[in-house]
């Protein structure tokens, strides 16, 4: 049986979508409808890996009623749940569509603290499962209270074991594990803001501070900004990658899905980072064109990804 690709994350969620025909603040109201999924960066990278049939495991903490909701959803639809139990209920997140005018707002709930004992639990159960996987994806940022060093122990035994490693996260947690040279850093024009404190207002900045992530250690560094162009760093090359206008429905989990595409990509043998990278952004695409996140339609997320322009950005640009 061939290995699974570990989306490696900590706060999974059962995920609520209302929508609205209009949402007037201080007022009663009703939602037209109602839809019940999952969500968290790594089950959102790893419904979108199984949707494009690969082979894939996620973890994170999960407890309650909403954890075995969310645990029989994402087996239903082909990864292979590794949660380690906790205590405490799996948090809820929330997704307000007001139709008419297409504001979307998230109301995202904290997870619960889910102790030392679990915490020791899940390091333990997930170095085996990085040193095992066929590829280890990092997926969302470290809640508050837990180290920033807490993905270096999984990043350090996938990259013993000659596990390629794909990290979508930012801050401190993304920092301490930069230097352990990571396939691919993936992150948006915010995140990456608020990695360096550097604002990003124009394309040679945005570079410019990418490029601290390949001089930190990343081999690729991926940086999104919604529908707007992307940008791909690799040893000496930056391109620019715009992806397709479309009409959104609701972007929530398009980057997850970015990241997924990428990674079933280079897994299939795309010709370059760069096919691969250009597919992670056609499921992102795809996503938006959705309600629910990460149940696009992997023949429309090819479709688009070869509408994906590309263009060579000097490297005198993107230098530091």
């Given amino acids: ?73 994402v087996r239903a639809r082909g990864v292979r749940p590794r949660f ?3 205590a405490e209920p799996t948090r809820t997140c929330t997704t307000v569509i007001a139709a008419a005018s297409g504001v979307i707002t998230e109301l995202v709930e904290e997870g619960p603290d889910p102790g030392s004992a679990a915490r020791a639990t899940f390091v333990l159960r997930n170095e085996r499962l990085s040193a095992r996987a066929r590829l280890l994806a990092i997926c969302g940022t470290l809640p508050p209270g837990t180290p920033d060093d807490f993905y270096v122990p999984f990043v350090r035994a996938a990259t013993a074991a000659r596990v390629p490693v794909v990290v979508d996260s930012h801050r401190a947690g993304l920092l301490r594990i930069l230097p352990f040279r990571p396939l691919l850093v993936k992150l948006s024009v915010r995140e990456l803001e608020k990695t360096f404190g550097t604002p990003c207002g124009d394309e040679a900045a945005l570079l410019r501070t990418a490029e601290r ?8 560094a991926l940086v999104t900004c919604g529908g707007r162009p992307a940008y791909l760093l690799g040893d000496a090359s930056a391109v620019r990658l715009e992806p397709p206008a479309v009409a959104v429905v609701n972007a929530i ?59 060579a950005v000097s490297c005198q640009t993107a230098g530091p």
Avoid at 213 to 220: K, P
């Fill in 253 to 311: 989990g398009s980057g997850d899905c970015a990241t997924a595409g990428f990674i079933h990509a280079w897994l299939a043998g795309a010709g370059s980072v760069e096919e691969a990278a250009a597919f992670g952004l056609g499921c992102g695409t795809a996503n938006a064109l959705t309600l629910l996140p990460a149940h696009f339609d992997p023949d429309e997320a090819r479709r688009l990804a070869a509408r994906v322009r590309r263009q």
């Fill in 84 to 86: 380690t139990p906790m």
């Fill in 213 to 220: 992530l390949r001089a930190g250690g990343a081999q690729w």
């Fill in 1 to 73: 049986m061939a290995r699974d690709v570990v989306c490696l994350g900590l706060t999974p969620a059962v995920q609520r979508t209302l929508v609205f025909d209009h949402v007037e603040m201080g007022e009663v109201n009703r939602a037209r409808e109602c839809r019940q999924t999952s969500a968290g960066k790594a089950v959102n990278a790893a419904l979108a890996l199984a949707a494009l049939g690969t082979p894939v495991s996620v973890t994170g903490f999960n407890g309650g009623p909403t954890g075995r909701f969310l645990a029989s959803y």
